[in-house]
């Protein structure tokens, strides 16, 4: 699948720049078309759950402040497009545009989960910056874009890129997850076009890994040749092993499955999602 439409969400605040700059990288690479997309909380939902005993006075205040606020989130996000977009000499069309790197910057007022899920479900890959960790609002956006879109999600660590996608490392356990984003037209593209690959064995009793040799089968029909390496996960957790392994075999990019345990669990005892949503230091590619 043709990779024609990237959604880049932008929250106005300084860690969207890292989502704006990837995703006009990648762009410019697939010549194809970048759409930034900001949310702004609508006031009166501001207001929805904490307006019993409160006068209308308060209230009107309330949303004012928030109003005012997403006012100036917006503008900051319109700035930063503006300026990320000049730097990078890209065309600015008002709508998407199918002809070949281009970008664009659309507004809406609502609640952020429903109008992300939505526009991210008509778009080929959505990049995202780094979440900070807790209570970093990117998290939310993070797990907007794995969990309601069914699209893939390119993590965008601080900083400019440098050409990633020379070598790939690839988590694999044999999650249907793992497959969707090696399977999926991102992951293939940018496997395909890299000089190395490097699939990672995690060892989990409840999933069979014998299929690895299947895995590397499968990329080589697809003319990518992949190399094994086992880890040992019996030290720390997986994340961090993982993002270990990938700076020792020298991977500028990593291709993964997102929440292959629930998401309660995630949230309740954490898991390698979670600790590479919060530490990669290079873009990983990821699908639940």
């Known amino acids: 699948m043709a ?47 904490m307006a019993e005993g409160m006068t209308s006075n308060m209230i009107q205040d309330i949303m004012s ?65 780094r979440s900070g960790g807790k209570g970093d609002t990117q998290r939310t956006t993070l797990e ?8 893939p999600v390119l993590l965008a660590p601080p900083g400019n890129p440098q050409g990633f996608g020379k070598t790939i490392s690839i988590a694999w356990n044999g999650s249907i997850e793992a497959v969707r ?22 060892p ?24 094994v390496a086992q880890i040992d996960v019996s030290s720390q957790p997986i994340g961090r092993v993982l993002l270990e392994k990938s700076k020792e075999v020298g991977a500028d990019m990593m291709v993964m499955g997102a929440y292959t345990h629930s998401r309660l669990r995630h949230m309740m005892l954490g898991g390698p999602t979670s600790v590479i949503l919060q530490n990669a230091e290079i873009p990983v590619l990821m699908a639940h």
Request: proline content about 2%; some cysteine.
């Open 204 to 227: 989990e009793a409840f999933r069979s890994s014998s299929h690895v040799d299947e895995l590397v089968a499968y990329l080589s029909c697809h003319d990518i040749n992949a190399e």
């Open 181 to 202: 984003a090696i399977g999926a037209g991102a992951g293939l593209h940018f496997l395909g076009e890299a000089e190395k690959a490097v699939v990672m064995l995690v």
């Open 3 to 49: 990779i024609k439409i990237i959604l880049a969400p932008m929250s106005g605040a300084e860690s969207a720049e890292a989502t704006l700059v990837n995703a006009l990288h990648v762009g410019r690479h697939l010549g194809a078309h970048v759409a930034a997309f900001h949310v702004s909380l609508d006031p009166r939902d501001s207001v929805a759950y």
């Open 65 to 129: 402040a928030v109003e005012k606020e997403g006012e100036e989130r917006r503008e900051r996000a319109h700035e930063q497009f503006a300026r990320l977009c000049q730097e990078a000499c890209a065309p600015v069309t008002e709508g998407l545009s199918g002809a070949g790197f281009s970008a664009s910057f659309t507004t809406a007022v609502g609640r952020e989960d429903d109008l992300l899920a939505v526009r991210g479900r008509l778009s080929d890959l959505i990049v995202a910056a």
């Open 144 to 151: 907007i874009a794995l969990l309601e879109t069914g699209r």
